[in-house]
T-cell receptor
């Protein structure tokens, strides 16, 4: 069963427009969720994690347990935000700990 | 702290050869994870290791692929008799002990394997 769903494979917006990258999860325990970003041909970097409720590069994400969502938002997109974004769920069970990633959303911010 | 180090960055192998990918976790991290990223695909979990132990290899192909994380030295992902379909970016990540669940991972820069 797919635990992390990112319904949009591609998302294109204009500079200055709001952007929302969707992420839904399925998990029976108390979820811990993350957003990772991968700029062109670079390593994945942690963007933010829900547990710290931080805002990085203007991005925020709120965990909505009722809707089982963790959408990533930014009010005004910039061209340098163009990248691949992955939502990830931390799974734990016994001694098994791992991140399960969604398939990613490629965000393109047009000038 | 040098972060997660992967080498080589790029690896070209002919069909049938062996590929060995190395990953040194961040200092103080005892958990290593390998992921594969196929062209235009997301990250696929392969294997999760702790020192001298394979914890979860549910994402590893049943044949030709193996991984280890010895007591000394880096973690190794080994692909025997490579085929063109093995061409991908292979990312390693590490995390501290399981007590710090909110930490997430730190990723390496990846090894891009090309099978010709």
């Amino acid at each position: 069963a797919q635990r992390v769903t990112q319904p949009e494979k591609l998302l294109s917006v204009f500079k200055g427009a709001p952007v929302e990258l969707k992420c839904n999860y399925s998990y029976s325990g108390s979820p811990e969720l993350f957003w990772y970003v991968q700029y062109s041909r670079q390593r994945l970097q942690l963007l933010l994690r829900h547990i710290s409720r931080e805002s990085i590069k203007g991005f925020t994400a709120d965990l909505n347990k009722g809707e089982t969502s963790f959408h990533l938002k930014k009010p005004f997109a910039q061209e340098e935000d163009s990248a691949m974004y992955y939502c990830a769920l931390w799974e734990s069970g016994g001694s098994n700990y791992k991140l399960t990633f969604g398939k990613g959303t490629l965000l393109t911010v047009n000038p | 702290n040098a972060g997660v180090m992967q080498n080589p960055r790029h690896l070209v192998r002919r069909r049938g050869q062996e590929a060995r990918l190395r990953c040194s976790p961040m200092k103080g991290h005892s958990h290593v994870y390998w992921y594969r990223q196929l062209p235009e695909e997301g990250l696929k979990f392969m294997v999760y290791l702790q020192k001298e132990n394979i914890i979860d290899e549910s994402g590893m192909p049943k044949e030709r692929f193996s991984a280890e994380f010895p007591k000394e030295g880096p973690s190794i992902l080994r692909i025997q008799q490579v085929v063109r379909g093995d061409s991908a970016a292979y990312f390693c990540a590490s995390s501290p002990n399981e007590g710090d669940r909110g930490y997430g991972y730190t990723f390496g820069s990846g090894t891009r394997l090309t099978v010709v």
